[in-house]
């Protein structure tokens, strides 16, 4: 199955149409981090030049080996970074949902995709194109702070799943990756609470569901997070985000 077949488009807004008009791409933009400072008519033509795709769950948001040809954001949903070896082992290298935006350092590097991200569940993704992006980066300070702090946090969260999956047990490798997901500079807004079944968190932690029952039970007894019905509430992030340390 080809990715064609795993997307369909979502017309852009039409030219005019303001994100303050009220149209759900005009307010994700007009939310995001590093859109402030934006004009309301920069965000009518980010809107214009914008991408929406529908990608099921499973489906590819784009693959390794790809030319990099846009900045990604999650507009709706979790998708997962992921990296399969040639001897067919794969690794979950870390988890983005809604309101996170990532690949900047492959479009920074001109190099193509070094990872597939696989969307966990029914997502939509917007697709901001390469022009675009250099235009934001040429012509915005601010734009340009957010990415410094982006890349900062990313190689921070990056060092620490490293550390979390060659020293600790399965119970903190759920604790860290769940810790990831709720990283409040990567992913401002996403509050306490996360739709995320016991399944994807096994993706995502590289454990079974089985494990992940039981790691959340521990997790939930040491009074980090409560479990609710097809997701978590996390209720001491920087707890979850020791764990096992």
């Not at 082992?89 to 350092?105: A, H, N, Q, S, Y």
């Not at 409040?184 to 089985?210: C, F, H, K, T």
Request: charged share 20%; proline share 5%; net charge positive.
């Amino acid at each position: 199955m080809t990715i064609s077949d795993l997307q369909r488009n979502i017309p852009p807004s039409a030219p005019g149409s303001a994100a303050e008009a009220g149209t759900p791409l005009g307010r994700f933009l007009a939310g995001a981090q590093w859109a402030d400072g934006l004009s309301a008519e920069e965000l009518r033509q980010l809107e214009r030049e914008i991408v929406v795709r529908r990608i099921a769950a499973g489906g590819f948001v784009c693959r390794k080996g790809e030319p990099v040809e846009h900045w990604i954001g999650v507009f709706d949903g979790v998708v997962k970074m992921s990296n399969l070896s040639a001897s067919g082992k794969l690794t979950t290298l870390t988890g983005v949902p809604t309101g996170g935006w990532f690949g900047e350092g492959s479009l920074l590097k001109t190099e193509p995709r070094r990872y597939d991200i696989v969307a966990l569940r029914d997502s939509r993704i917007a697709y901001m194109p390469r022009a675009t992006f250099f235009r934001l980066l040429d012509t915005n300070l601010r734009f340009n702070r957010f990415l410094l702090t982006q890349l900062n946090e990313r190689l921070g969260q990056f060092i620490l799943l490293v550390e979390s999956e060659r020293l600790h047990e399965p119970d903190a490798r759920v604790a860290r990756s769940l810790g990831a997901l709720f990283n409040p500079v990567l992913y401002p807004g996403i509050g306490r609470q996360l739709q995320l079944s016991q399944e994807e968190i096994g993706l995502l932690a590289g454990v079974s569901r089985q494990r992940v029952n039981q790691a959340l039970q521990v997790l939930e007894k040491a009074g980090l997070l409560q479990v609710d019905y097809g997701g978590v509430t996390v209720m001491d992030l920087p707890g979850l985000q020791r764990f096992g340390a």
